[in-house]
C-alpha cells in the first residue's frame, strides 16, 4: 500500500513547527514507529529551516512545497523551495577541523545522518528541492 500527501508551507519560521507536525502525522498513518519518526523529524525541520530561511530568503511571496510518500519499503520526502539554489559541493564540511566554528553545513550533516538517502536537485521552475529517504 502507497501514502501520498503533500503540503504548501509560508516562508516563515513558524512553518517549521507545522512540516515537523505534518510530518509526524504522516509517519504515524504509514505505520512507522516512534523512533524512525525522530529521525525524519529531524531530517524534516533542517530542510525546511533551510528551504526558508537559505533558497527563499524569508521571502513571503515564495513558498515551500512538501511531499510526502511511504510504501512498505521506505517512506521518502521532498522539499522544494523556489530559491536561486546552491552546489551542495560548495557548503562546507562542518566536520573539517577548520570549519569547526562555522554555522554553514550543519543542517545537511544532520540530514545525511537522520536519513538513508538526501539528494539535491534543481527543479527546472527554479528553486531546489532535497529529497530524502528513510528505509523502514
Given at each position: ?108 550533516l544532520f540530514m545525511n545522518s537522520f536519513m538513508d538517502e538526501v539528494n539535491w536537485a534543481r ?14
Amino acid at each position: 500500500m502507497e501514502l501520498k500527501r503533500e503540503i504548501v508551507l509560508d516562508s516563515q519560521l513558524e512553518s517549521v513547527e507545522k512540516a515537523a507536525a505534518a510530518a509526524d502525522a504522516f509517519v504515524s498513518d504509514a505505520g512507522f514507529d516512534a523512533e524512525f519518526g525522530y529521525s525524519v523529524d529531524m531530517a524534516v525541520r533542517e530542510s525546511v529551516a533551510n528551504a526558508i530561511k537559505h533558497g527563499n530568503k524569508l521571502d513571503a511571496a515564495k513558498n515551500v512545497e512538501m511531499k510526502f510518500s511511504a510504501d512498505d519499503e521506505a517512506l521518502t520526502i521532498s522539499v522544494r523551495d523556489h530559491g536561486d539554489g546552491f552546489a551542495v559541493e560548495d557548503i562546507p564540511d562542518p566536520t573539517n577541523p577548520e570549519n569547526l566554528l562555522k554555522v554553514n553545513g550543519r543542517g545537511i550533516l544532520f540530514m545525511n545522518s537522520f536519513m538513508d538517502e538526501v539528494n539535491w536537485a534543481r527543479h527546472e521552475d527554479g528553486g531546489m528541492i532535497v529529497s530524502m529517504k528513510k528505509r523502514r
